[in-house]
């Protein structure tokens, strides 16, 4: 323990910074969740004409579909972020390993609509693509929804990134 004019300085630093992660990490959160809304919202509507429901669909059918595959994008995009922090978060994110998470979330969400689109394409029929979406080889799965899930991320966590772009920050911790 230290002792000294200085132990008292170096305790309230301590307890700032503690003050400064805690604000930055539910920052970090809102301006990822609110990017991952809008990014996935765009999304999902520009490549509407990729899926048979543009074609074969109601409006109400459209709007529907929309609304609720943008619900689901934020519940992966919520879930990988939450599963990513669990697995290689610092109690410092979003000023400490915050490139560690994202890579994780990333890859989780990525991961999960592989997945998913192979469920709900090939398994359940829930949904189906028209001839106009191109297919990854071997998977099968849609590169437009493959895409979303690399782009929309990257973006959204580029975005909750922005208040501490002090590259001091930013240093990934050695372990």
């Known amino acids: 323990m230290r002792d000294g004019p200085d132990a008292g300085l170096a305790v309230e630093r301590r307890a700032s910074d503690a003050g400064a992660s805690a604000g930055a990490w539910l920052t970090a959160l809102r301006r990822y969740l609110a990017a991952i809304v809008l990014g996935n919202l765009a999304w999902e509507v520009a490549q509407l004409p990729l899926y048979t429901i543009w074609r074969d669909g109601s409006m109400r059918d459209i709007a529907f579909a929309v609304l609720h595959c ?4 934020l519940l992966i995009a919520g879930t990988t972020l939450l599963g990513a922090l669990l697995v290689t978060g610092d ?13 994780v979330a990333i890859l989780g969400g990525l991961a999960y609509t592989v997945f998913s689109e192979w469920l709900n394409t090939e398994v359940r029929g829930s949904w189906a693509y028209s001839e106009l979406m191109p297919q990854l080889p071997l998977i099968g799965a849609g590169v437009a929804p493959f895409a979303q899930w690399i ?11 922005r208040p501490f772009a002090d590259a001091r920050q930013w240093k990934e911790p050695v372990t």
């Open 70 to 73: 943008t619900g689901g994008d």
């Open 151 to 161: 782009i929309v991320p990257l973006c959204a966590f580029w975005w909750a990134s």
């Open 91 to 103: 109690g410092r994110w979003p000023r400490v390993r915050f490139y560690s998470v994202a890579a």
